[in-house]
Structure formats: structure tokens, C-alpha cells
């Protein structure tokens, strides 16, 4: 009698644990400088572009438009000075906007949330605009780099690393292992 009851109950879609909940994930970044000139825009295209060659995939997109992106990119004077030591150069935030739609059919209950993913990126003034001429080889530019691509570690919801050689340890001076880096980058988009 009970396995009857429990093939009814199914049928009606009345037996589950909990609602059904379908989640979307939607990570698709789309990055803008909210302030700089020409040079610094153009850079940072450059620099999403170096960051999805080493990704191996489009993690990032460029726009030129603010109505376009969900992700901003802002460049702070003095930003170092905002920290204890006064070294602190960049800071990268993540950020989620979930949004809800429920509908109702007959006995069963669909929930469908999306979850969109965006990132929030700050960069001290002088440091990027003291590296933005320089040439794609040069120790200036691995520097802009390697900031830059910490603070978006940042933004994909990396901690910091223990491991001196790790792109999100907490200090950018010095070799950083971009492979291992990339290798988390591409697991967080799977």
C-alpha cells in the first residue's frame, strides 16, 4: 500500500525533497574603463585580450560603451594611500545579481534562478598610467599584468594564495606562475 501511495505521489510531482530549482549561471564578463583616456582604454582591451589567450577561452569582453558592461575597471589616484603600508595598488571585487522567476503548473512547482557574475576592478592611477606605454615584452608591462590579472582573480572569486609564485598571492612583485593561474581560471568557468 505504501509503494502505491509513494507512485501516486510521483506522478503528481508532490513527492520531492524540498521544490524543484533550476539555477542559470551566467558568467560573461563584460569590462569597461570607467575613466582614462584613449591610450588607457586601449590598453585594457589589450590586456583582456592577453588574459583570454592565456585562458585558452573568452573569459572577458571589452566595451568601449559603460551601457554595455557589467563589469568596470576604474582607475583611482592615490588609491595606495587608501591602505596601512600605503602599497596597496589594486583591488578587485566580485559580485552576483540573482534574479528569481517562479511558475506554477498544475501540481508541479518550477523555480528557475539565474545567477549573473560581475566584478568590480580598481587600480591605482599612477602605477597604470606609469606602465600604459610600455611595450608588450617589457618588465613595465608584465607588471600591468600581473596586477591586472590578480585583481580579476579577484573578481572570479580567487582568495589570496600562500605560494609566492601564484598569480593571487598576496604581493605581484617577482615571478608569477601564469600556467597554474590559467589552470583555475579555466575550472572556474566548467
Not at 501516486?8 to 530549482?21: T, V
Amino acid at each position: 500500500m505504501k509503494l502505491i501511495y509513494c507512485y501516486i505521489l510521483l506522478c503528481f510531482g508532490l513527492l520531492a525533497c524540498g521544490s524543484r530549482s533550476d539555477k542559470n549561471y551566467i558568467k560573461n564578463y563584460v569590462l569597461a574603463v570607467e575613466n582614462g583616456d584613449a591610450k588607457t582604454r586601449l590598453k585594457f582591451e589589450a590586456l583582456i585580450s592577453e588574459f583570454n589567450e592565456y585562458a585558452g577561452i573568452e573569459a572577458l569582453h571589452y566595451s568601449q560603451s559603460m551601457d554595455d558592461a557589467n563589469s568596470i575597471i576604474n582607475l583611482v589616484k592615490d588609491l595606495r594611500y587608501r591602505s596601512d603600508d600605503g602599497h596597496k595598488i589594486g583591488w578587485g571585487q566580485w559580485m552576483t545579481t540573482t534574479t528569481e522567476k517562479r511558475s506554477y503548473s498544475g501540481f508541479k512547482r518550477n523555480d528557475l534562478k539565474t545567477i549573473e557574475y560581475s566584478m568590480h576592478i580598481e587600480l591605482d592611477q599612477d602605477y597604470v598610467e606609469s606602465r600604459i606605454l610600455s611595450a608588450k615584452n617589457s618588465a613595465a608591462h608584465y607588471d600591468l599584468q600581473k596586477l591586472f590579472f590578480h585583481e580579476v582573480g579577484h573578481g572570479l572569486q580567487m582568495p589570496h594564495n600562500p605560494d609566492k609564485n601564484h598569480m593571487m598571492y598576496e604581493e605581484i612583485s617577482g615571478y608569477k606562475d601564469f600556467a597554474g593561474f590559467f589552470e583555475e581560471v579555466m575550472h572556474f568557468f566548467d
